[in-house]
């Protein structure tokens, strides 16, 4: 099993443009997690899913978008970048039962927007 | 709005030493609380979890939670210089999960 994979692992943006930030994994688990960090700080959730056809706002939803199409893949689209939107994006994926409580984290995909 | 946090450090401890690690948590509906240990440039990985009173062991860790007190602590035993990284401590509250800043740990050799 891969687990999480995310791609890109890094990018650089300019200000205003678009990108898709890409999560799969191969575990069959239904939730999904979007998180951001920022340099020395904690994970803050941007979305999540619960299954496929359903996500759900976090802390910090706005400048971004989701969908969750499959149960393997939950894109996180950026629109109109901002520099406030530089951070390290985590994807983390859990399943049920014995190991309900534990999120798996992909490598993270690290942005620059300038 | 739901809130963890934690002693921001660093801690340095020697070789061999017990390292504390301590969040406190503002949500009294959050349900479970979860360590998890991130090396720098990686993804965080998962620890331990707690959701009863009372203290959960693992091997050289302890998790302590004490919901009167909103208060949930890692304790490190022999602590190696392999367990130099930054803890973070998260609870959830239903399917959403809130982190705190993290702790940064240096075991001293």
């Known amino acids: 099993n891969a687990g999480v994979t995310q791609t890109p692992k890094f990018r650089i943006l300019k200000i205003g443009q678009s990108m898709t930030l890409q999560c799969t994994q191969d575990?069959?688990?239904?939730?999904m997690y979007w998180y951001r960090q920022d340099p020395g700080m904690g994970l803050k959730l941007i979305y999540y899913?619960?299954?496929?056809?359903?996500?759900d706002k976090g802390e910090v939803p706005n400048g971004y978008n989701v969908s969750r199409s499959t149960t393997e893949d939950f894109p996180l689209r950026l629109e109109l970048a901002a520099p406030s939107q530089t951070s390290v994006y985590f994807c983390?994926?859990?399943?049920?039962?014995?190991?309900?409580?534990?999120?798996?984290f992909g490598p993270g995909t690290r942005l620059t927007v300038l | 709005q739901k809130e963890v946090e934690q002693n921001s450090g660093p801690l340095s401890v020697p070789e061999g030493a017990i390292a504390s690690l301590n969040c406190t948590y503002s949500?009294?509906?959050?349900?479970?609380f979860f360590w998890y240990r991130q090396y720098s440039g990686k993804s965080p990985e998962l620890i331990m979890f707690?959701?009863?009173?009372g203290d959960k062991e693992d091997g050289r860790f302890t998790a302590q939670l004490n919901k009167a007190s909103q208060y949930v602590s890692l304790l490190i035993r022999d602590s190696q210089p392999s367990d130099s990284a930054t803890y973070l401590c998260?609870?959830?509250?239903?399917?959403?999960?809130?982190f705190g800043t993290g702790t940064s740990l240096t075991v001293i050799p």
């Open positions: 899913s619960v299954g496929a056809g359903i996500t």
């Open positions: 575990m069959n688990h239904n939730y």
């Open positions: 983390a994926s859990r399943g049920e039962g014995g190991s309900f409580y534990e999120q798996f």
């Open positions: 998260a609870g959830n509250t239903g399917n959403q999960f809130y």
């Open positions: 707690i959701y009863s009173n």
């Open positions: 949500d009294r509906g959050s349900q479970s």
